[in-house]
Nanobody
Framework: QVQLAESGGGLVQPGGSLRLSCTDSGRTFSTYSMGWFRQTPGKEREFLVAINWSGSVLYGTDSVKGRFTISNDNAENTVYLQMNSLKPEDTAVYYC?????????????????WGQGTQVTVSS
């Protein structure tokens, strides 16, 4: 059973950094691909970036390229999202998601497993 839990959200000033973590406490995700999404009220869930067990990466929105980096630690069943140069428009609830396929996808409906979300607020 896949059980995802995010951590690392919080309040940060513009220009600051945060690192989000997502751990699968239910089973090994060596055959998974994992993605990060974010959502603000009234908007659709936005795909940010995904990674599979071999380290292949798929980026979504251009707004985070060069600022957000995804990585994984297969031994710890954890995927990370390093967020740098944060902007107020990055404020959202951030979700990690998993699918039991190595193929990367930017579609939220392709991910059957989701964490509970973690709030990121960028404000001075």
């Amino acid at each position: 059973q896949v059980q995802l839990a995010e951590s690392g959200g919080g309040l940060v000033q513009p220009g600051g950094s945060l690192r989000l973590s997502c751990t699968d406490s239910g089973r090994t995700f060596s055959t998974y691909s994992m993605g990060w999404f974010r959502q603000t009220p009234g908007k659709e869930r936005e795909f940010l970036v995904a990674i599979n067990w071999s380290g292949s990466v798929l980026y979504g929105t251009d707004s985070v390229k060069g600022r957000f980096t995804i990585s994984n630690d297969n031994a710890e069943n954890t995927v990370y999202l390093q967020m740098n140069s944060l902007k107020p428009e990055d404020t959202a609830v951030y979700y990690c998601a998993a699918r039991i396929r190595p193929a990367l996808s930017g579609l939220w409906r392709d991910y059957p497993y989701w964490g509970q979300g973690t709030q990121v607020t960028v404000s001075s």
